[in-house]
């Protein structure tokens, strides 16, 4: 077994920005696992916001012994980035040499197209709502807020797109101060979630507060060790497979969430359809489905996942899986 790790840089259609800062292109790590001629991959996103950077999650990588399985790969790696693009490309390996679908491994039913958001990037009111009106066709729209001066921006967006659904991800930017009182204007506004208002740290504070509109916990919410702290807070979790470490802890994240009674989110960093491909399987039936990475690159992978209409489709198998 070969396991190779290199870097992709895929550029963004344009700026994005969440209340911790903005990014022209997705820096990802692409994971190539090779055993008799056959190459499963993967891929994951560092994210700084959990002290991951390229290297750090590289040497991670480069550091897991020469032969490995996905049982063993859960006690080598913590749950990140890097046993997320290790995991998922086991995974493919799998398929490709069994020549069965993924799913059909992981004893689930076929997927089928999962409706998605688009997100729109923090920006001042008067360009939010253009984008709005840009994206007012798209059934969901994710608004990415954060500061104490957001209100201007949500009903800009409200006014854009009149018809859309609306989520909400604040990404901790707010005290539980700001969000008590932009709480009660969210049902006005025809908001259906609110993603992470509070930071992690802080998020006892949502203990007793109203939540008119589900409350959504992300960076609250990484793998089954996280739901016991999540109790009386939120309402739904944010599955990302960079967060759980790949599809084997996100598929028993699911399966642990909704026997506790979570509505379930299923979301993304900013990467390539490969990143995504995995995800739609954790997505299918998903409260909500937020896998746009590929909508926001200028540039993706060959064999791209198909978006349409319908939503984001199941990869086929020159893909992933």
């Not at 070969?2 to 022209?24: E, K, M």
């Not at 409200?158 to 909400?168: F, L, M, T, V």
């Amino acid at each position: 077994m070969q396991i190779d790790v290199t870097r992709d840089v895929f550029r963004l259609a344009q700026v994005f920005t969440i209340s911790r800062g903005s990014r022209t292109e997705a820096k990802v790590l692409t994971v190539r696992i090779t055993q008799g001629g056959v190459t499963g991959w993967g891929e994951c996103v560092p994210y700084a916001r959990y002290d991951e950077t390229l290297e750090s999650v590289t040497a991670q990588i480069e550091g897991l012994p020469a032969e490995l399985t996905r049982d063993a790969l859960y006690d080598l790696l913590p749950a990140g980035a890097a046993r997320n693009a290790v995991d998922c490309a086991l995974w493919d390996l799998e398929a490709k040499r069994a020549g069965r679908r993924v799913w059909d491994l992981a004893g689930l039913p076929v997927p089928g197209p999962e409706i998605t958001a688009y997100t729109l990037s923090l920006d001042t009111p008067e360009a939010m709502q253009a984008q709005a009106e840009i994206h007012a066709h798209r059934p969901m729209l994710k608004i990415k807020l954060g500061t104490p001066d957001d209100m201007p921006r949500l009903e800009a967006v409200r006014r854009g797109a009149p018809e859309a659904k609306i989520i909400i991800d604040a990404n901790e930017g707010w005290s539980a101060e700001v969000y008590a009182d932009l709480a009660p204007h969210l049902v006005r506004l025809g908001v259906a979630l609110v993603e992470q208002p509070l930071p992690a740290g802080d998020d006892a504070a949502l203990i007793g507060m109203a939540r008119p509109v589900p409350v959504c916990a992300d960076e609250s919410c990484h793998d089954r060790g996280s739901l016991p702290g999540l109790k009386g807070k939120y309402d739904v979790v944010n599955i990302k497979l960079d967060k759980t470490g790949g599809l084997t802890e996100a598929l028993a994240l699911r399966e642990a969430a909704l026997t506790e009674g979570y509505g379930i989110m299923v979301g993304c960093m900013v990467g390539s359809s490969l990143a995504m491909a995995p995800a739609v399987l954790v997505a299918q039936g998903a409260m909500v489905t937020d896998l746009d990475g590929p909508l926001l690159l200028a540039e993706d992978r060959e064999d791209a996942l198909i978006f349409d209409a319908a939503g984001v489709h199941p990869p086929r198998p020159e893909l992933w899986g």
